[in-house]
């Protein structure tokens, strides 16, 4: 006959065994999350992060003084902002983020085209404020986009922690 003293007993000594068993399945689980993260941010996300931080800077002074010229885009800091964003967002596994920069590499690219413009004299005929405030509200396009750009980083960073 079996009696609830020795029941409670049995039963004590399957409590190691089991917490031991969910400890491990939630440490797979924490893991298997942490590199679903790992995926999603891509190789080198403090890359990723000092691009983003660049075009963003980029963006708040394009939206400064006088309209960006041609040249202005052609100098050694800006000149390939928006391959290296396009080569950035071809690295991560995250469609949001993905998204986000492909929108700044684009917003960049028509800034560039609107610096194009505002250099060729041919063009200017009648359309140079039309120029210039297409620019500013691409600076400001461009600047939020970059924001949201490493908002969904950063978040993506504190997950895989």
């Known amino acids: ?10 039963w004590l000594k399957f409590v190691p065994g089991w917490l031991a068993f969910l400890a491990t399945v939630a440490t797979w689980v924490q893991n298997a999350r942490a590199r679903k993260h790992s995926l999603a941010i891509g ?4 890359e990723l992060r000092q691009v983003l931080t660049t ?21 050694e800091v800006r000149r390939g902002l ?6 950035q967002a071809a690295r991560r596994g995250d469609e949001t983020l993905k998204d986000y920069i492909r929108v700044v590499a684009r917003t960049w690219e028509v800034a560039h085209m609107y610096g194009r413009q505002l250099s060729d004299p041919q063009k ?6 039309g120029i210039e405030r297409h620019q500013l ?3 400001h396009q461009g600047w939020y986009w970059a924001r949201l ?3 969904r980083l950063a978040e993506l960073e504190r997950r895989m922690r």
């Open 124 to 129: 200017l005929e009648g359309e140079k404020w």
């Open 82 to 87: 928006s391959t290296a964003l396009d080569d």
């Open 55 to 75: 075009a963003r800077e980029q963006f708040d002074e394009l939206g400064k003084e006088e309209p960006r010229r041609s040249e202005w885009f052609d100098a």
């Open 1 to 10: 006959m079996v009696t609830a003293a020795s029941m409670w007993s049995d």
């Open 137 to 139: 509200n691409l600076s």
């Open 149 to 151: 750009a490493l908002e």
């Open 43 to 46: 190789p080198d996300h403090n």
